[in-house]
């Protein structure tokens, strides 16, 4: 129990100085090769922070625990929406992108429904796999290309230390990011190991784990990244990485997993799908409305899982 929760103590400090090194060397080659800080945190961000999960999701798939690698995901997708979001939110009101409310938002919808149905017979297979990751390749494809058409949203001034600066070197600002997801995925790893330790500890099933110990374990990478983000004024990094960390999770993170081993979806149920297509849908009015993510719409997401974790524990 003590080697669990130091792990845990230690996990934290990892993720968040983690964080803080990856949005700031994002932020810095945004500046400097004139990409949209959106973009940005659609892809580079957003695949960096899912390391964790892909990670974990593969090396489940590959032990037989199928329930953890499916829970994972599905957990992960449902934690980032009602709980990442909500909690930048509630630091600061999160503003959204014209094209994250045309474009990549329904498309989040329409991933969303996608692994529903892949999941809905509760076995992800070879050939579904290497579709989904085909089709993340082509939404990273698509979300460089679009961002040529769009013009790049002006990066608000923030008050960051010289390392966040575009005057240094690119060696750095890549040392920066790489640095950053490392700090994350171990982070993300050892709070893993320790919440995963204490909960088998009170007998708690692989299907409940997935959905909630190790889904929201592996997304603290997010929600340290997003916070840190808004706190930063850079909005467009903190819902561009969860909108891009929920589309990443299905399409190669449920790709990769299955490519590499078939897997049961052991003990996920139609609620759980249920609810990580209901929250993805639920985020479209709060968005439109005002085109931000204010406080008050923060606080019913965190309602809404506050209700699905008091529905879910007790299995």
Not at 52 to 76: F, H, R, T, Y
Not at 161 to 169: C, H, I, L, Q, R
Not at 301 to 307: D, I, R
Request: proline share 4%; net charge neutral.
């Amino acid at each position: 129990m003590l080697v669990d929760t130091l792990f845990v103590i230690a996990s934290l400090m990892l993720l968040y100085y983690g964080a803080e090194f990856l949005v700031g060397g994002a932020s810095s080659v945004a500046i400097r090769f004139g990409v949209p800080v959106l973009v940005v945190g659609l892809t580079i961000v957003a695949y960096g922070t899912s390391a964790p999960e892909l990670v974990v999701s593969v090396q489940s798939a590959l032990k037989g625990n199928g329930g953890i690698a499916a829970g994972n995901v599905v957990g992960s997708n449902i934690f980032n929406i009602c709980v990442i979001l909500s909690v930048a939110a509630l630091f600061k009101p999160v503003r959204a992108h014209l094209k994250v409310l045309r474009v990549d938002t329904p498309l989040m919808v329409a991933t969303s429904i996608l692994g529903l149905y892949v999941l809905s017979d509760f076995f992800v297979s070879r050939p579904e796999a290497v579709i989904l990751l085909l089709l993340a390749i082509g939404y990273t494809i698509f979300s460089y290309w679009g961002s040529k058409k769009e013009p790049s949203a002006p990066i608000e001034p923030v008050h960051v230390s010289n390392a966040d600066e575009p005057t240094n070197s690119l060696g750095l600002m890549i040392l920066k990011i790489v640095g950053g997801i490392v700090l994350l995925a171990g982070g993300s790893q050892l709070l893993v190991m320790g919440s995963v330790g204490l909960a088998q500890a009170l007998g708690i099933s692989e299907a409940v784990i997935g959905l909630t110990i190790v889904s929201a374990g592996t997304s603290m990478p997010e929600l340290a990244t997003s916070v840190v983000a808004a706190r930063k004024g850079q909005s467009d990094i903190a819902l561009g990485n969860v909108i891009g960390s929920n589309l990443f999770n299905i399409l190669f993170i449920l790709g990769a997993a299955a490519t590499i081993q078939p897997f049961e979806a052991m003990g996920i149920t139609w609620i759980d799908l249920g609810m990580m297509i209901g929250v993805s849908v639920l985020i479209l009015p709060f968005i439109w409305s005002g085109k931000t993510l204010n406080r008050l719409e923060a606080g019913c997401l965190l309602a809404v899982y506050a209700g699905y974790l008091w529905f879910l524990w007790p299995q």
